[in-house]
């Protein structure tokens, strides 16, 4: 009975936990910070918080030995009753920091709260020497070594007292030596940013190895600062928010802080963020929320409490606007994409028709080839250039004025036109240069032309003006005929291709076919369609289908996208312009204006 009776007063006991080794304790806090650029930063940060205004971090070597020191100028260590740095109570209350304390008091702008920055030299060196002075301005020392239980303070003799606290961590661990004072700076810039910002601390990194100096300035974002955010309210608080739309780029990141110290680089690690906007990489900036709690062994972690819970609360908004801003903003590239496209794409087939025989591709004037005279196919190429494609407004009939920047430059580069064409044996071609400067303007002063048939035969009239004829020969053949162009002390030279031939391709039969210069195009999504593309005549505009598979695979990137809408002018310019031609000689057509277009892309 006594038995069952002393097992059911065990089953009901109640107690307090508490450490069963010390030492074991101490030593998992020491290691569970896995960064050493973390704990430099948390070093910094507690002369921050003891407000200095000057932090000097050392790097260098000594007695080969290397080592780090954090110097600043701020209130030192709390004295003791008899006015001494109070190293034993810095000793003797890991976990018990008094920083706690000072923030439930009110005191505001101090970041460390847990009583364990000091262990982080743990991951760094084999020993910490921490000074600073007392009341006496005398200096005091405490040395504590890594595996070791024991400290020691001592007064240490000096003639110069320095102000505020001097720490130094000796024979730096071998994976530590390679943290140059550059990388250190770049951290703390990031790390500290607000911290920096708020308190006008000054912040010297001395790389006495690499013989260099930097000054840590917080971080500066690039792209477009967002303004016009809804505000960021929680019931703990508010959060502070700052980002940047920029270009997509993987390495654009929000960070979020509390207190303006960095606790995730990305803030999308965080699972129930790791969803758009944060996401996207277009984002540069961070989000500051000062109530939620960290983890308290490596200060980069979060704790899923009440205040984890209210700050996703609070982000839903800001989350919705951003999706808003990003869904006008890519409207809006795309708009911008598509006038790019269509300017690249008109001024290639310019450039492709100017090349290619006028009597084929004479697609500027108002009516068809089928209802002018013979005369036509001698057109002056030059009023091709001059022609205004792809105009989907009507005609103002105003002669704006020639600016200055419309005037052609130096002599650069050389056309024949048209490029290749086709003659029947024994007949005349006419051929024309077209010089032009580095922008594409034409060139029209201080110019010598000579030509040449350098392979083939065939015959050249007035080898010396600009316009030639061109006399083929009585056996058919491929000729070469080369123009140099002369201004000044520059040369240029250019080159055509004529086909001597017995039989010509079929010409177009007589038609009225409306032409008001190149056309434009717009997007309309069939998916379920197979038409790829069509003319829509009345608008002088190609329809192309943004939903078929072919324009999905193309729009993976820019340059095969282009690719794609050029073969659909082809197409719908050959199938409008060769009314009555059979299949197979559609298709030569279609071959031939690619092969110009995509030439000058």
Known sequence: MSQKLESRDRSGQRGKLRIGNDWNAITIIALSQSNPLKAIAELVENSIDARATSVTIVRGRSEGRHYLEVRDNGQGIPRDAAGRPDFRYVATHICDSVKRRLKVEGAAGLQGEFGIGLLSFWILGEELTLTSSGTDDRAWQMVMRKGDPSYAVKAKRALFVEPGTQLRIARLLDGIRSLSGEKIQWYLAAELRDRIRHTGVRITVIDKISRKQYAVEPRQYEGRLLHQLPSIRAPLGDVYVELYMNERVETNRVALFRHGTRVFEDISVVDELAKPPWTTRHLQGHIDAPFINLTPGTRSGIIHDEAYSALLDALLPLEEKLIEMFEAQRRAEEEQASRELMHTIQRAFREALLALPAEEYDWFDIHSRGQRG??????????????????????????????????????????????????????????????????????????????????GNGALDQRHNQAVSFLASTEPGLVRVRVSVHQGDIERLGEGLVTVTHELLPQVGTTMVEAAGLPGYTFESAPGDSWRSRFDSTRNIIVVNNGHRDFVYAGRNKSLKLRYLVRLYSKELVLRNFVGLPPDQLLERMVELSLRTEENL
Do not use: C, I
Request: charged share 25%; hydrophobic share 35%; aromatic share 8%.
């Open 374 to 455: 013979s005369g036509s196919t001698n057109r002056d190429l030059d009023s091709v250039a001059e022609l205004t494609v792809g105009a989907t407004e009507p005609e103002t009939g105003n002669v704006k004025q020639r600016q200055f920047f419309e005037f052609a430059g130096p002599l650069f580069s050389v056309a024949v036109s048209p490029a290749s064409s086709v003659v029947r044996v024994g007949e005349q071609r006419s051929l024309r240069a077209l010089p032009y400067d580095r922008s594409r303007r034409r060139v029209e002063t201080d110019l010598t032309f000579n030509w040449e048939v350098v392979e």
